[in-house]
């Protein structure tokens, strides 16, 4: 599976973004799919996450209520629908997909990564 993050941007505090990771390969709608984010200085977090038939689906604390993440299997396409933006949401925002989604909060469990894509929340 190969990812591809876009979306990102500079923001005002209180916007919306919605990120976008496109995969390819056939394994994509087996895949358990989560959005991560890394700020400067900072090791890479969980943000989000969702299981293959978007029956379940897994947030931080920190952006539970805000961030809403959702798939389209159709399109092999995984979404972040980020609203109420903060400026301690900037980050370089990863998309990445799982072959076994035992623990989606992991980031040691996804097999694929994305490439990133940048976050900036001024206040």
């Known amino acids: 599976v190969q990812l591809q993050a876009s979306g990102g941007g500079l923001v005002q505090a209180g916007d919306s973004l919605r990120l976008s990771c496109a995969a390819s390969g056939r394994t994509f709608s087996s895949s358990g799919m989560g959005w991560f984010r890394q700020a400067p200085g900072k090791e890479r977090e969980f943000v989000s996450a969702i299981n293959w038939s978007s029956y379940r689906t897994y947030y931080a604390d920190s952006v539970k209520g805000r961030f809403t993440i959702s798939r389209d299997n159709a399109k092999n396409t995984v979404y972040l629908q980020m609203n109420s933006l903060k400026s301690e949401d900037t980050a370089v925002y990863y998309c990445?997909?799982?072959?076994?989604?035992?623990?989606?909060?992991?980031?040691?469990?996804?097999?694929?990564w994305g490439q990133g894509t940048q976050v900036t929340v001024s206040s």
């Open positions: 990445a997909a799982a072959n076994a989604f035992l623990y989606p909060s992991d980031l040691k469990r996804y097999n694929y």
